[in-house]
């Protein structure tokens, strides 16, 4: 972002300062025929950011140049300013992009319109009320393309975390008679209050309660090295007298500089447990370096989640150098 604001400086020396003269230019700067040269991809990042700092003065200009540009590279960035300066009159623009032939725009409509869009400024008043995005996301749910109907999904999971019954009444409303291809984007939209165990989420894809369900840990080793794996074995039980519709996720908690314990969530398996039923399933977690995480050495806790709510924890010690330690974990519960 660094770089592209450092090339949009010297498109700003090197433009007119005429800014629709300045529109025309860029917009010729496109491939005009499919296989024609222009500039196309992270090249119109910088394109994007000059936009958006001068064309707000001539809005439709900039809005019709910022969709002529996204089938080269996609102008979500751009738009959001206009967005912030006047949600209504952009809104109504955008909205009229959902029918747009070319799935490039359709996708700039709801990506665009994203609350939280990652890299990109946010949209404060949509995250405090994201209703008036609805009739696109909604427009947009059936779309032939995955790649647009993923950026439904995207942005109904950004509403998820300011709006969570927005979401699970949107869901609900869409789910009867569903396509497979939008029951996968409903459920990639909840994700996030899927992993929270937010009860309307799991209750729309059929994870109920869990009375009478039961679930025993065991770790194969209560000592972890770094670049190690954590071997876990769980048993379920299904005590109850009805078949219990059961999600699996475990959380493990992270030791953090300060030594504080701060869980991540991840999936495991989906599954319905007969009555009077039991299972033995098994799950390796490799402790290895990633560019998202730092491990710090010492105590570890490991959550298993049934439809949200911990059934069985179990605490391990981290080494960082292999070396012994005299951690004593605690006893593994159910």
Not at 50 to 67: C, E
Not at 195 to 200: D, F, L, R, S, T
Not at 231 to 237: G, H, I, K, N
Request: charge should be neutral; charged fraction near 20%.
């Amino acid at each position: 972002m660094q770089r592209a604001e450092q090339i949009r400086a010297a498109l700003d020396r090197t433009l007119p300062a005429d800014f629709p003269l300045a529109a025309d230019i860029l917009e010729r700067a496109l491939p005009q025929d499919a296989g024609e040269r222009g500039l196309a991809g992270w090249a119109l990042l910088p394109v994007n950011q000059f936009v958006a700092l001068h064309g707000l003065g001539h809005f439709d200009r900039s809005l019709a140049l910022l969709k002529r540009l996204t089938p080269h590279f996609t102008a979500e960035f751009g738009i959001r300013r206009f967005i912030a300066t006047d949600q209504d009159r952009a809104l109504a623009e955008i909205a009229t992009w959902v029918t747009d032939e070319n799935h490039h725009v359709r996708r700039l409509a709801s990506e665009g319109t994203r609350p939280r869009l990652p890299w990109a400024m946010r949209l404060p008043a949509l995250i405090c009320d994201p209703l008036p995005i609805l009739p696109i996301l909604t427009a947009l749910v059936d779309d032939p393309e995955d790649y647009v109907r993923r950026s439904v999904a995207n942005s109904l999971n950004d509403i998820a975390k300011d709006h969570p019954d927005v979401v699970t009444d949107f869901v609900a409303a869409h789910l009867p008679a569903a396509s497979a291809e939008r029951r996968q984007l409903l459920r990639h939209a909840s994700r996030t209050l899927l992993k929270q165990g937010n009860a309307a989420a799991l209750g729309n894809f059929g994870f109920g309660g869990t009375a009478g369900v039961e679930a025993n840990l065991i770790l194969a080793a209560a000592e972890i090295d770094y670049g190690g794996t954590l071997a876990m074995a769980v048993t379920l039980v299904n005590r109850s007298d009805a078949p219990r519709n059961l999600m699996i996720d475990y959380a493990i908690h992270h030791q953090k500089a300060n030594g504080t314990l701060v869980p991540k969530v991840f999936k495991w398996k989906q599954l319905e447990l007969p009555a009077g039923a039991s299972l033995a399933i098994a799950r390796d977690h490799a402790i290895r370096p990633i560019t998202t995480r730092r491990y710090y050495p010492g105590a570890h806790r490991v959550d298993i989640l049934v439809n949200g709510t911990v059934a069985a924890t179990a605490d391990f010690l981290l080494r960082m150098d292999g070396g012994p330690s005299d951690f004593a974990p605690a006893k593994t519960s159910a």
